[in-house]
Nanobody
Framework: VQLQACGGGLVQTGGSLRLSCAAS????????VGWFRQAPGKERKFVAS????????YYADSMKGRFTVSRDNAKNTVYLQMNNVKPEDTAIYFC????????????WGQGTEVTVSS
């Protein structure tokens, strides 16, 4: 599976941004797509995920209520809607795929950078 993330950019505090993650290749084997982020000088952290079939979603506690993950299976694309963004949301955002019967996210996109100005 190949992933292409886009949609990052510069946004003001309190603003919104929507990231996209387009999947190609063996998409029939996708179990879940996750969003992660890595702030400068920090470890990569889980943001949210969505099951490819059924659409169940999961969020890191700090993202609940502000971020929404969704998918469009016809377009093989997963979205991360970011609302009421804060400076601490500044990071490179990555999408990743966990395949069926997989235990971890194995396929990663190149990342898209989000900068929130105060």
């Amino acid at each position: 599976v190949q992933l292409q993330a886009c949609g990052g950019g510069l946004v003001q505090t309190g603003g919104s941004l929507r990231l996209s993650c387009a999947a190609s290749g063996r998409t029939f084997n996708i179990d879940a797509v996750g969003w992660f982020r890595q702030a400068p000088g920090k470890e990569r952290k889980f943001v949210a995920s969505i099951r490819w079939s059924g659409g169940s979603t999961y969020y890191a506690d700090s993202m609940k209520g502000r971020f929404t993950v969704s998918r469009d299976n016809a377009k093989n694309t997963v979205y991360l809607q970011m609302n009421n963004v804060k400076p601490e949301d500044t990071a490179i955002y990555f999408c990743a795929v966990r395949e069926r019967f997989g235990m971890r996210y194995e396929h990663w996109g190149q990342g898209t950078e989000v900068t929130v100005s105060s």
